[in-house]
């Protein structure tokens, strides 16, 4: 299993960066180039994804067009949610996303990010020689386009008022 982590400073309210990351829309816009959708199979296709909601994501990786399901299984606004892979391509994936004031203007955005490929030995070495840095740069895309919204007049399009 692999076990990624990031933190990132946005220089944004801790609410504001909380509701981003939960964005369907903003998920999509940080991973423009795989053709990243949310497709409608019973769970959420827009808007800001709740506990106990479900969405499910379809995109080309590694020339393949996949889909994983996922679940909010864990959700403490504004300052953690999780969302566990229920079906797709890995063996398992977690997504732990933390959330910290330092601020009334600055949040610390803290993400754990856990997955295994599936397929035992040859998971693992696929894990090992191009998984963890795929993913790492994933994460981190999607990380700087939340920022780049956050600390921008941007991220009134994606949220309610």
């Known amino acids: 299993m692999v076990h990624l982590q990031e933190i990132l ?25 795989f053709g990243e959708q949310a497709v409608a199979q019973g769970g ?4 800001l994804i709740g506990l106990g909601q479900q969405v499910t994501w379809q995109a080309r990786h590694f020339w393949v ?5 996922s679940e909010i299984t864990q959700f403490s606004a504004p300052d953690y949610f999780q969302d566990t892979m229920l079906r797709g391509a ?5 997504h732990d996303h933390y959330f ?16 295994a490929a599936p ?6 070495i696929a894990e090992w020689l191009v998984l963890r840095r795929y993913r790492t740069a994933l994460l981190h895309e999607r990380n700087l386009v939340i920022k780049q ?5 941007v991220w009134r399009e994606y949220l309610p008022a």
């Open 65 to 69: 067009r996949q889909q994983l399901t």
């Open 119 to 124: 397929l035992g030995p040859l998971g693992r």
């Open 90 to 94: 890995f063996a398992s994936m977690q």
């Open 149 to 153: 919204v956050a600390e921008s007049d």
């Open 9 to 33: 400073v946005i220089d944004a309210p801790i609410q504001r960066c909380f509701d981003l990351s939960r964005s369907v829309e903003i998920h999509v816009a940080g991973n423009t180039h």
């Open 100 to 115: 910290r004031a330092i601020s009334d203007t600055q949040t610390e955005m803290r993400d754990e990010f856990r997955f």
């Open 44 to 47: 959420v296709t827009t808007g």
